[in-house]
């Protein structure tokens, strides 16, 4: 199994719009940083981390980053569960929408011709292109429902087996060596 870096833009629409956002989820940052590693505490590369966040009006974007263990898109839903309950508490504030608008997957394995077009016709893959010796795949805008129904999980599996796959080129096909004499074809009858 390949590598996976996974890096995601979302956003987290809030009932109303209040001063004091910022200041709750900057009080939250600890318990964030603690529940984003949860299963992941061995190898902390590989956890999900909050990169960045902001608050505009009533939507508090983030990015998160991620390796193969706790990927972002779970990460979202587990940092939904912990805003909604500090912002709840404090503020009376609850969170109406959450969602990403855009996921990049980097594949550390560079994939051929034939297999990125096999993930390009994948559903909710938006484009699919190599950089250096990976492949980086971005998704389409998600939805909770989308995150919730592990969805991204199962394009991750599909994106792999591609990867894996081996395709034969004209090139490799070898060239018939020896052709035997015509015989001539005899009916009995």
């Known amino acids: 199994m390949a590598r996976i870096r996974i890096k995601a833009d979302?956003?987290?629409?809030?009932?109303?719009?209040?001063?004091?956002?910022?200041?709750?989820?900057?009080?939250?940052?600890?318990?964030?940083?603690?529940?984003?590693m949860k299963?992941?505490?061995r190898d902390p590369v590989n956890a999900c981390h909050l990169n960045s966040w902001s608050v505009s009006?009533?939507?508090?974007?983030?990015?998160?980053?991620?390796?193969?263990?706790?990927?972002?898109?779970?990460?979202?839903?587990r940092l939904k569960k912990i805003l909604a309950k500090n912002l709840g508490e404090k503020l009376k504030i609850g969170i109406r929408e959450l969602g990403v608008t855009k996921l990049d997957i980097t594949l550390d394995q560079k994939m051929d011709a034939i297999s990125i077009n096999k993930v390009k016709s994948i559903p909710k893959v938006g484009n699919v292109f190599p950089e250096r010796d990976s492949t980086v795949?971005?998704?389409?805008?998600?939805?909770?429902?989308?995150?919730?129904?592990?969805?991204?999980?199962?394009?991750?599996?599909?994106?792999?087996?591609?990867a894996i796959e081996k395709h034969v080129a004209f090139e490799h096909v070898q060239p018939v060596i020896k052709v035997s004499k015509e015989k001539k074809m005899l009916f009995s009858g």
């Open 137 to 162: 795949i971005e998704l389409q805008e998600l939805r909770e429902q989308d995150l919730r129904g592990n969805l991204v999980d199962r394009l991750i599996t599909l994106i792999e087996e591609a």
């Open 39 to 41: 299963g992941s505490e």
């Open 10 to 36: 979302g956003y987290f629409k809030l009932s109303k719009r209040h001063e004091d956002v910022s200041k709750v989820v900057e009080d939250s940052l600890e318990e964030i940083k603690i529940i984003l």
């Open 57 to 77: 009006d009533n939507i508090l974007n983030v990015r998160l980053v991620s390796g193969n263990l706790v990927r972002a898109h779970v990460g979202m839903l």
